[in-house]
């Protein structure tokens, strides 16, 4: 894996590590419930995509992922971040989890990629990658998944996808393609949240 998807996977890891710690904390989950929490909404996504292709899981074999989510969890116990004022951390929660969002819809992609997938194979690469741990995350929890309710959550991950297909098939493989992506796709999230952005409705009424 090239430099700049080894530090987007990780971003990606340290981000959704941090997602998962404030959904722990906010339901008031012991020690160990908030790491298992925060665990497998960092893996979970990747864990699901690597079995999908039949591959061991990166983090069975890496030590970085492990590393990263243990020093972000134990930055944000020593600041005490869950204690924070509550508007600041819903804030930080959905910039958390729109980074790790869009890094793993592009290391996703990347797997897909190196794998001589098709546009489709990628966009479902770069998919699960993206979502599977949130989705994990908010099932464990009893919340609604944001892929349900946030039109603009999986879409983001499937137009990082295919931008990153179509930028690949044009030979833009340069880091600086890759974090411009990323900061694009990032910032695409950030505003459809805040601007309250969304698909059109299927209104099953429209007939009355």
């Not at 989510?69 to 020593?78: D, E, N, Q, R, Y």
């Not at 694009?184 to 209104?203: N, T, Y």
Request: aromatic share 12%; glycine share 10%; charged share 10%.
């Amino acid at each position: 894996m090239l430099p700049e998807f080894t530090w987007l996977y990780l971003i990606g890891t340290a981000s959704f590590t941090v997602s998962g710690y404030l959904i722990g904390a906010q339901k008031r989950f012991d020690v160990l419930g908030v790491v298992i929490l925060a665990l497998l909404t960092a893996i979970g996504g990747g864990m699901i995509r690597d079995v999908l292709v039949n591959q061991v899981p990166r983090v069975f074999v890496d030590h970085g992922p492990f590393w990263t989510i243990f020093l972000t969890l134990l930055v944000a116990w020593v600041i005490k971040l869950h204690q924070r004022n509550r508007g600041m951390l819903r804030k930080l929660f959905i910039v958390a989890d729109s980074i790790g969002l869009v890094a793993f819809s592009i290391a996703g992609a990347q797997v897909a990629m190196s794998m001589d997938l098709n546009l489709f194979g990628v966009c479902v690469l770069a998919f699960v990658t993206a979502v599977g741990g949130g989705l994990v995350r908010d099932m464990m929890v009893n919340d609604v998944p944001f892929i349900l309710h946030e039109d603009f959550y999986g879409t983001v991950a499937i137009v990082v996808a295919v931008l990153f297909y179509f930028a690949q098939q044009l030979g833009l493989t340069a880091a600086v393609w890759v974090w411009g992506l990323f900061i694009v796709g990032l910032l695409l999230r950030l505003v459809a949240h805040w601007r309250d952005l969304s698909l059109p409705k299927v209104d099953a009424n429209a007939a009355d």
